[in-house]
């Protein structure tokens, strides 16, 4: 390809209308968006971390400017959706693992928290890795222990460490070293913890500093992927533990738990709800211990939010 066509990158800062442009072996470059591109950004279809982009460069006074031709079709995105009813918009494209991250304890892990951050990772196609910090702590193992009973059955890669001992990081870290990761979770569960025992002295910001920063300045957060020492890059992207799953389909609700979605095939009837149809599999999978039953306990709440937003007119934007 010539200077003229441009090269191809991958986006790995943005900040503001700013795109910083890896380019191959650490150079980069800093991108903005011109005539379609921009427009279908404002329409909310925008230009994300993890994107493969064409960048073109322009002979300036000082210096060069680069501008984003095209856009790679993603692999994979992650989305966000800030509210019930609002439009889901790509915070991370060409995401390979989403790394789900509970606590065994302190905090105490919820399954509900949990089951969310599942649904968005199945929801948008992204593989998850669900991480049990903390075993280190008094009652972790038996915590630990029990979770795992819980996701492993589904199929889930359940992994348990702790960030205080270096237990089972090593495994981690390899996992870490290839593609994208995107690390979701609640506040305290040692996220951050995790990864600069990984890497020590990697600047991860927290959510609380980050979300600090963007009450104090009133400039734009940017989201960014920290490339890892060992190979390998990490989404680091404010406001990405604060999901909900609006957007989701009712319907698709259903999908996003793979042993409900199994046993409800085998369901008397069509659309059965599993709330005390006769002939409902998922309910005598309960009763023969094969689904647990917070699993069911957080579908059904789930269902009944996206029931509930789809009313408020939300609805999946891509
Ligand atoms: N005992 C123990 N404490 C841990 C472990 N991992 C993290 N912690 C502690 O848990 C607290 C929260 O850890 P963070 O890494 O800040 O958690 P986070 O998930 O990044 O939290 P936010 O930045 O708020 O999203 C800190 O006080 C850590 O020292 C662990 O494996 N064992
Ligand atoms: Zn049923």
């Known amino acids: 390809m010539s200077e003229a066509e441009g090269r191809w990158g991958e986006v790995w800062e943005t900040t503001g209308g ?12 800093d991108a903005f968006l011109r005539g379609r591109l921009k ?26 400017t680069w501008t984003i031709e095209e856009v790679e079709p993603r692999r994979s995105q992650i989305v966000r959706r800030s509210g019930p009813g609002r439009k889901a918009k790509a915070v ?72 205080e001992t270096g237990e089972g990081l090593p495994p981690l870290a390899a996992l870490l070293s290839e593609g994208v990761s995107a690390f979701v979770g609640p506040s305290g569960v040692g ?22 920063l963007q009450r104090g300045r009133h400039t734009t957060v940017s ?4 490339p890892l020492p060992g190979g390998g890059l990490v989404a680091d992207t404010p406001g990405f533990a604060d999901v909900g799953v609006w957007g989701v389909g009712e319907s698709e609700v259903e999908r996003c738990y793979p042993e409900i979605a199994r046993w409800a095939e085998q369901c008397r009837f069509r659309g059965c709800a599993h709330a005390g149809e006769p002939g409902c599999a998922v309910i005598e999978a ?15 709440l789930l ?4 029931r509930a937003d789809a009313r408020h007119g939300g609805r999946r934007n891509g």
């Open 39 to 64: 427009r279908e950004a404002r329409a909310g279809d925008r230009v994300v971390v993890g994107d493969r982009v064409r960048v073109v460069s322009e002979p300036g006074a000082d210096e060069s």
């Open 223 to 226: 989201s960014r992927l920290i």
């Open 92 to 163: 991370a494209a060409n995401v390979d693992r989403l790394v789900v991250v509970a606590s065994v304890v302190a905090p105490d892990p919820r399954p509900e928290v949990i089951d969310r951050l599942l649904v968005l990772a199945e929801s948008d196609e992204v593989p998850a890795v669900l991480v049990l910090n903390k075993v280190d702590l008094p009652g972790g193992e038996a915590s630990a222990k029990a979770l795992s009973a819980i996701y492993r059955p589904i199929g889930y890669d359940v992994r348990t460490v702790s960030a």
């Open 286 to 300: 309960i009763e023969a211990g094969e689904i647990a039953p917070s699993r069911l306990e957080s579908f059904r």
């Open 18 to 29: 700013v795109y910083r442009v890896e380019l191959g072996g650490g150079e980069q470059v």
């Open 191 to 212: 996220k951050s913890s995790l990864l600069n025992a990984i890497h020590p002295g990697l600047s991860l910001r927290t959510g609380d500093v980050s979300r600090r």
């Open 303 to 306: 269902r009944d939010e996206a």
